[in-house]
């Protein structure tokens, strides 16, 4: 367990990137921005897989294919698109908060779906998560103008959270239904299918969203050009490739209960990121809420620990 934990906690670390690189992105889209990280994301997995494939590895029937194909969709357009949108109409502390409760949404629903604890024992740490999350994010809800601009923003951010924790509940099952896809290959063939996202969204859309893509952009140097593919290399290579690649071998062992509350962490590493970029120190109400959504992850952990040990007990020696 001790190995996923820190798995889990090295994908966090790279994910709580996507509430700040994005603003450094100025003079660009919602949609370019998720397109640019999603094309660096496909290209990286891309090469990744024809080496692997020269090789004689990653080689997959096309049944895993497919179901790459909507975990792909989901985990990288509906989820980040929607997001990306969010940052534009509300604010990365209000972002922080919604998809920060996810960890809730995911062991909720993972359990529903997987039947791994009493649901009673999700109660406590999932009001522990939530007020902490209130808490770290109340003096900038407090500040919040434009009361319909903020429930748009909303919106998206419910549809986020949504594809979100489908994908991770899905995604864990997947991996440990087929021991024989590793991690590695795994989040290479999303990647491949992100690409093919990628390409598809942008024939269908261009000639629809031109107030949205700008090509001309893509073609003259400019500072802003610049910080857009550097942003969206990072975004596609830390967040997405290595992110997601840490995030697999942790779900192959945690149980996905678990796992979803620990995505938590994105949410601290997010705003922790963001009070080094302000270069500022956390409220008193918002350490509280800290230290609320880490004593929600103990929780979790010890009552975890107590019922593999219970179980392992209960197992008679050979």
């Known amino acids: 367990m001790i190995k996923g934990i820190l798995y889990a906690l090295g994908a966090c670390i790279f994910w709580g990137l996507i509430f700040v690189i994005p603003q450094f992105m100025t003079g660009f889209s919602p949609l370019e921005i998720t397109l640019g990280r999603y094309f660096f994301f496909g290209a990286v997995s891309s090469l990744i897989f024809f080496k692997d494939f020269i090789k004689g590895r990653c080689r997959y029937p096309k049944h895993i294919w497919f179901k790459a194909l909507p975990l792909s969709l989901a985990s990288t357009f509906l989820y980040y698109i929607f997001l990306i949108l969010a940052l534009r109409y509300s604010s990365p502390p209000i972002c922080a908060l919604v998809l920060g409760i996810s960890p809730v949404t995911i062991a909720l629903y993972g359990n529903w779906k997987q039947k791994e604890i009493p649901y009673r024992q999700l109660i406590i740490p999932s009001i522990l998560l939530t007020a902490g999350l209130v808490m770290v994010n109340v003096p900038h809800l407090e500040t919040t103008a434009m009361p319909l601009i ?15 924790s489908w994908y991770v509940v899905v995604n864990s099952k997947f991996l440990k239904s087929h021991p024989k896809v590793s991690s590695s290959d795994w989040v290479t063939m999303v990647g491949v299918a992100t690409l093919g996202w990628v390409l598809v969204l942008s024939i269908i859309l261009i000639p629809f969203c ?31 490739w290595v992110g997601n690649f840490l995030w697999n071998k942790a779900t192959l062992y945690l149980p996905v209960s678990l796992a979803g509350q620990l995505t938590i962490f994105e949410t601290i590493f997010g705003v922790t990121y963001l009070f080094a970029i302000n270069q500022s120190l956390p409220s008193p109400i918002e350490g509280i809420g800290m230290v609320l959504m880490l004593s929600a992850i103990l929780y979790a952990i010890r009552k975890f620990t107590i019922k593999k040990k219970k179980t392992h007990d209960q197992i008679p020696p050979h």
Not at 150 to 162: A, K, N
Not at 225 to 230: A, K
């Open 150 to 164: 903020y429930c748009l923003g909303l919106f998206y951010l419910l549809i986020s959270l949504s594809s979100w």
């Open 210 to 240: 031109s107030s949205q893509i700008d090509c001309n952009k893509f073609f003259t140097h400019s500072d802003e050009l610049e910080r857009f593919l550097i942003g969206a290399a990072i975004l596609g290579l830390l967040c997405s």
